[in-house]
Nanobody, 123 residues
């Protein structure tokens, strides 16, 4: 069992930056692939990025590639999402997720979720 807690969301102007954190409980954090998803009002939850247990492999949605960077520190049981050059369309609740998903881009395959943190980008 893994308990996930996100932090770092907030209000930022377009072009600005935010760094999200996802703190995990449990000794098995390093065994899990971890992902970031987001959900805007009236839209489905969508994949943002994921990172392998070792941190060596990452994947990004095309919409954030080159602007967002996912990382993790297994010694601290924490995952991060550095978000630069933010756009109003990045506004959403951001969730971290963990597990051993069959398909790492689909939220249904992740068993562990945080409660979400709001990111609002003003134009």
């Amino acid at each position: 069992q893994v308990h996930l807690v996100e932090s770092g969301g907030g209000l930022v102007q377009a072009g600005g930056s935010l760094r999200l954190s996802c703190a995990a409980s449990g000794r098995t954090f390093r065994n899990y692939l971890m992902g970031w998803f987001r959900q805007a009002p009236g839209k489905e939850r969508e994949f943002v990025a994921h990172i392998s247990g070792s941190g060596l492999n990452t994947d990004y949605a095309d919409s954030v590639k080159g602007r967002f960077t996912i990382s993790r520190d297994n010694a601290k049981n924490t995952m991060y999402l550095q978000m630069n050059s933010l756009k109003p369309e990045d506004t959403a609740v951001y969730y971290c997720a963990g597990g051993d998903p069959f398909n790492s881009r689909l939220p249904a395959y992740y068993p562990y979720w945080g409660q979400g943190t709001q990111v609002t980008v003003s134009s």
